[in-house]
C-alpha cells in the first residue's frame, strides 16, 4: 500500500482556530464521506468537542451504495447525544430542511428549558467540521439557499473560518477542511485519496490506483472486470492495462500506459462513473468513540 500522509501547516493552524471558536458553538456538524465514512472521521474532533452533541451528515450519497448507506446511518446513530442523516447535497432540494431540523431535535431540551424560563432562544450555533472537499461549504450554502462561500471539488478550498446566518433559527461556521497528523493504517490515507480528499500533487496516483483497484476488487467481485472488460481475477497493475487497452491510452511503441490509466480510473470513481460504490463497512468491534492519544508521537 502507497504510504500517505497530508498535514500542512494552515490545517494545523486551522485545528487551532477551530478549538477557540467551539467555546462559541452550540453543536457539530460532522461532514463524512458516505463512501468511506469510518476513514472520514476526524479522530482530532473528537478530542476537540468531546462534550457538544453531534450532527453525522454522510455527504455524496448519490455516489455511494445505498445499502451500506442504510448500514451506516443505522450504526452511527446508535451513540448518544449523536444524530445522523445521510443526504445528496447536489440533487435534494430538501436537504436544507431535514438538516435544519435534525439540529434543532439535538438542541430541543436546551431550547425548552430556555422557553419555560422566559427566554425566547436565539438560533443553535453549530460548527460544519470534516475532511477537505466532503461537502461542507456547499452543505451551508444550500441551508442559506445562496452561494455566499466558495465550494469547488478540490480539497483546501475554504480557508477561513466564517459565520453565516444560514437560517432564523441556525447560524453555521464554515471551517476549512482539516485531516490529522498520522492516520491509523496505511488504508485510511488510501482511501482519503481515492475520493479525493487529499492533494494529488503529493500522490504517487499509480499506487493508488492500485490500492483502491484491490479495495473494490474485494468488496464488488467482478465489478471491475465487467466495466473494463478484464479477465476475471486480474491483479491491479492488470487491471490498468486492461483500462490503457480499452480506452486506447497507449505509449508510443503501443504499449499500455499504466499511468494514464491510473488517472483515468481515478477520475471514474471519483465522479461517480463506476457506480455507486462504498468502501467501507461498519465494524461492530471497532469503538467510534476511540480516542487520538497516539496521534502526536
Ligand atoms: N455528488 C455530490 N457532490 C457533492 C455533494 N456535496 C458536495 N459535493 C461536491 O463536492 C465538492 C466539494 O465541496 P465543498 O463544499 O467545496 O467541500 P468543502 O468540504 O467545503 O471542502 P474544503 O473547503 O476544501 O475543505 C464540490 O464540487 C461539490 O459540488 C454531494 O452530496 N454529492
Ligand atoms: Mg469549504
Not at 432540494?93 to 424560563?117: D, F, N, T, V, W
Amino acid at each position: 500500500m502507497v504510504k500517505i500522509q497530508w498535514y500542512p501547516g494552515h490545517m494545523e493552524k486551522a485545528r487551532r482556530e477551530m478549538t477557540e471558536r467551539l467555546k462559541a458553538v452550540d453543536l457539530v456538524i460532522e461532514l463524512r464521506d458516505a463512501r468511506i465514512p469510518e476513514a472520514s472521521r476526524n479522530p482530532l474532533l473528537h478530542m476537540m468537542a468531546k462534550d457538544k452533541p453531534r450532527l453525522i451528515l454522510l455527504t455524496k450519497t448519490d455516489m455511494a451504495d445505498p445499502a451500506a448507506t442504510e448500514e451506516w446511518v443505522r450504526y452511527l446513530k446508535s451513540r448518544e447525544n449523536t444524530s445522523c442523516l445521510a443526504v445528496d447535497l447536489m440533487r435534494d432540494s430538501r436537504c436544507g430542511r431535514k438538516i435544519i431540523r435534525e439540529a434543532l431535535l439535538l438542541m430541543q431540551e436546551k431550547r425548552e428549558k430556555q422557553k419555560a424560563r422566559g427566554i425566547r432562544p436565539r438560533a443553535v450555533r453549530a460548527m460544519a467540521a470534516g475532511i477537505p472537499n466532503v461537502g461542507k461549504s456547499t452543505m451551508i450554502n444550500r441551508i442559506a439557499g445562496k452561494n455566499t462561500l466558495k465550494a469547488a471539488d478540490k480539497p483546501g478550498v475554504t480557508r477561513s473560518l466564517t459565520w453565516l446566518h444560514a437560517d432564523p433559527d441556525l447560524d453555521l461556521l464554515d471551517t476549512p477542511g482539516v485531516l490529522w497528523p498520522k492516520f491509523d493504517d496505511e488504508k485510511t490515507g488510501s482511501l482519503l485519496a481515492a475520493v479525493g480528499s487529499i492533494n494529488d500533487d503529493i500522490l504517487d496516483r499509480k499506487m493508488l490506483a492500485m490500492d483502491t483497484i484491490r479495495m473494490i476488487q474485494d468488496l464488488y467481485p467482478q465489478l471491475l472486470e465487467g466495466i473494463y472488460e478484464a479477465e476475471e481475477g486480474v491483479n491491479p497493475n492488470g487491471m490498468l492495462k486492461a483500462i490503457a487497452a480499452r480506452r486506447h491510452l497507449l505509449k508510443e511503441k503501443g504499449e499500455p500506459d499504466t499511468k494514464r490509466a491510473a488517472d483515468l480510473f481515478l477520475t471514474e470513481l471519483r465522479h461517480g462513473k463506476l457506480g455507486r460504490l462504498t468502501l467501507e463497512r461498519p465494524d461492530e468491534e471497532n469503538s467510534e468513540d476511540e480516542g487520538a492519544e497516539d496521534l502526536h508521537e
